[in-house]
């Protein structure tokens, strides 16, 4: 089976790297790297969400010929979320188990400020309170300005983004959350539940909203454990 990462804002490809190590024999970890990160660093980020997840979309579609789950942590929760509903109106196609990471159900009100638009200063002050920003981004000033119009793109998708009212998923959906994460709480994620017919899994992980870093390998057990029931049902089924 194969498995799709969307990453959090202003992250890449790389925030995945290793996992396939981590995971069952027969699992691909597949991750996705948006414009204006890593080696797409001067291509466009997307401001607008029904473009990004009509693109991902198409661009995913012709190496789902094998059962596939998709996992993303923040923003990358929404897309992925959204990218399943896409897949299924689209070309019919349902994702076996849909990750979703430090954020609430995609129907919630926002409950923090717009940021996307703020001056130089005052974006930097509230990325800093984050938490999730290398150091190194920091200290070199032309990697922070590319960082910036990235940053400032995804957070423009989270912070302009609607859910439309549609049928739930049929699929499970297990959302991790972080223990000491002040900006998604266990409400939040127990919302996810009126987005699937299926059941819902709620974790929470020792770390803040970037516990997918700092509690990593507990993270994966857990992933591990799912993609190979998954697996193994599968197996059966063809049985």
Not at 172 to 177: C, D, E, V, W
Request: contains cysteine; negative net charge.
């Amino acid at each position: 089976m194969r498995l799709f990462c969307f990453p959090y804002a202003g992250g890449g490809a790389s925030i995945f790297r290793g996992w396939n190590q981590y995971l069952p024999t027969g699992v691909e970890v597949w991750s996705v790297q948006l414009p204006g990160r890593g080696g797409r660093y001067r291509e466009t980020p997307y401001g607008n969400m029904c473009a990004l997840v009509n693109d991902l979309a198409q661009a995913i579609k012709p190496f789902l010929d094998r059962p596939f789950c998709i996992f993303g942590h923040s923003l990358g929760a929404i897309v992925s979320f959204e990218v399943c509903h896409a897949l299924r109106q689209e070309f019919d196609l349902n994702v076996d188990h849909l990750f979703v990471s430090g954020a609430g159900g995609p129907h919630l009100p926002r409950s923090t400020p717009d940021t996307h638009h703020l001056p130089d200063d005052q974006f930097i002050t509230k990325l800093r309170a984050l938490n999730g920003t290398p150091p190194e981004v920091w200290e070199h000033p032309e990697l922070l300005r590319i960082m910036l119009t990235t940053l400032r793109a995804d957070f423009k998708l989270a912070e302009t983004y609607a859910c439309l009212a549609r049928l739930p998923l049929d699929c499970r959906i297990t959302a991790f959350g972080g223990l000491e994460d002040n900006l998604v709480s266990r409400q939040d994620l127990e919302s996810w539940q009126i987005q699937t017919t299926n059941s819902l899994d709620v974790w929470f992980l020792p770390g803040d909203h970037f516990f997918l870093h700092t509690c990593e390998s507990l993270l994966l057990q857990i992933l591990h454990r799912e993609t190979k029931r998954i697996i193994n049902a599968d197996q059966k089924l063809k049985c």
